[in-house]
């Protein structure tokens, strides 16, 4: 350990590392894929949902006691449901994992948001409950905790210092985002409205991970800077070719040979 730390201390030497970051490609990509999953853990909409749940769940129709008590659920769901993601993420994939929970958030949000439609209380208080809950159970094992697994693997030894800041930086800044817009949309759009932009920006973030993000499960640092010394024109055409191939595997149920 003390030959790989002086090593680095060595490579460190001379170089404005702040701006290898972007100069660099196989560190450009590695940043552009980190800011990406750290962006979308903000813009998933998650924290709209933690720091406002209770006041959710009293405008759908909950008691005082009654939203709090939810709002306690959810935090337990979201610890619970964080637990597979033990096994998950060196199994599955970080990739995977992202690629599979974007498109249901986006669907737990509208059904939240759609939920306030519903002209019953009854009905009303059962969607944004299902939605709530449905959106912390899919989030927990996806993006809650690949982004910073993802960030902390993604960069070379002698930079991961300032890329892992970056990313962590980007994950507040974006928060800060959210938290203080929130109310402002809330009263524009409404509820269907600001949850409906929400789900807009998982499936957007879906996108950008399929282009842009590569998988990094099991792969030595070595692996890693070939991984990311892929030019991301062609990792986004890679990504492309999955879409087809994801249609015929997982909906029309046939095995189309992987790539």
Not at 129 to 157: D, H, K, R
């Amino acid at each position: 350990m003390h030959v790989l730390l002086e090593a680095e201390n060595e490579m460190k030497k001379g170089r404005n590392r702040i701006l290898e970051m972007f100069t660099i490609p196989r560190n450009r990509n590695a940043t552009l894929a980190s800011l990406i999953v750290m962006f979308g853990q903000q813009f998933c909409g998650v924290n709209v949902i933690v720091y406002y749940s209770s006041n959710i769940f009293s405008e759908s129709g909950f008691s005082t006691g009654s939203a709090l008590a939810g709002s306690v659920g959810f935090g337990a769901l979201n610890w619970l449901f964080a637990l597979p993601a033990v096994f998950t993420i060196d199994t599955f994939g970080r990739r995977n994992l992202l690629l599979f929970t974007f498109p249901l958030l986006a669907i737990c949000l509208l059904i939240t948001g759609f939920s306030f439609w519903d002209p019953s209380e009854k009905g009303r208080v059962t969607g944004v409950s299902i939605g709530m809950y449905l959106f912390t159970i899919f989030y927990s094992p996806g993006e809650g905790p690949v982004p910073f697994t993802y960030s902390a693997e993604a960069f070379p030894l002698y930079i991961r210092d300032l890329g892992m800041s970056l990313a962590t930086a980007t994950t507040w800044f974006w928060n800060f985002v959210l938290v203080v817009t929130w109310p402002s949309m809330l009263l524009a759009f409404k509820p269907q409205g600001a949850f409906g932009w929400y789900a807009a920006w998982c499936m957007i973030v879906w996108v950008l991970v399929l282009l842009f993000v590569r998988e990094t499960k099991g792969r030595t640092l070595e692996e890693l800077d070939q991984v990311f010394a892929v030019p991301a024109r062609t990792h986004a055409a890679y990504g492309l070719r999955q879409i087809p191939y994801g249609i015929k595997k997982f909906i029309l149920f046939q095995n189309p040979t992987p790539e």
